[in-house]
């Protein structure tokens, strides 16, 4: 079946810095990309839709200068947490559209810590 | 428009048990359905889903119930186990594959040994 694989499962970063999280589909090519933020004991919120070759499209609320999003091939997309602050640390997952189906799949989640 | 409402918030069932979760939708537009199961620290995975053109799907343990007419679909876990514990999500989605999943609030279910 359709995989996306979801790179780091957890990281630990000072306050200031910038982390990167990568998305790969590993036996399909996602033309789009959704990135969702998850806190403890809610349910998932959309950040962001990645478009390969194309601009991110941002929901209303986040900050598309500190939520980095690139999807330069049809196999990867990133996103680039910049400057991040403790108020940053979520659980972040991507997901892709299965080609030729109605289905979505997930990767695995990030679990960002800034402290 | 886009809310789905799943309720209930949490249900704790015996080993065995028939455990409900139940969603509801507002746009008639949508025209998928689709149910995931997350466990802490995990990335949501897919269930069982369905189109609103069927009434009733069956995967395994898992059923959805769809009434088209109420707007309404629940998830039925036949002869549930402990290993079912988990957190289970409702979602519902426009055509198109540019469409985003729209997800309920979700249950955290407990099935007890």
């Known amino acids: 079946g359709a995989v996306v694989s979801q790179h780091p499962s957890w990281v630990i970063c000072k306050s200031g810095t910038s982390v990167k999280i990568e998305c790969r589909s590993l036996d399909f090519q996602a033309t789009t990309m959704f990135w969702y933020r998850q806190f403890p004991k809610q349910s998932l919120m959309l950040m962001a839709t990645?478009?390969?070759?194309?601009?991110?499209?941002?929901e209303q609320g986040v900050e598309k200068d500190k939520f980095l999003i690139n999807h330069a091939s049809l196999t990867l997309s990133t996103l680039t947490v910049t400057s991040a602050h403790p108020e940053d640390s979520s659980f972040y997952i991507c997901?892709?559209?299965?080609?030729?189906?109605?289905?979505?799949?997930f990767g695995s989640g990030t679990r960002l810590t800034v402290v | 428009q886009q809310q789905v409402k799943q309720s209930p918030q949490s249900l704790i069932v015996q080993k065995g048990g028939i455990p409900i979760i139940n969603c509801a939708y507002e746009n008639t537009a949508f025209d998928y359905f689709p149910w995931y199961q997350q466990f802490p620290g995990k990335g949501p995975a897919l269930l069982i889903a369905?189109?609103?053109?069927?009434s009733e799907k069956k995967e395994g343990r898992f059923t959805i119930s769809f009434n088209k007419s109420a707007k309404q679909f629940s998830l039925h876990i036949m002869d549930s186990q402990p290993g079912d514990s988990a957190t289970y999500f409702c979602a519902a989605s426009l055509s198109g594959s540019a469409r985003q999943l729209t997800f309920g609030s979700g249950t955290q279910l407990t099935v007890l040994p």
């Open positions: 990645s478009n390969e070759g194309s601009k991110a499209t941002y």
């Open positions: 997901s892709a559209r299965v080609q030729g189906g109605y289905g979505y799949t």
């Open positions: 369905i189109r609103p053109d069927v």
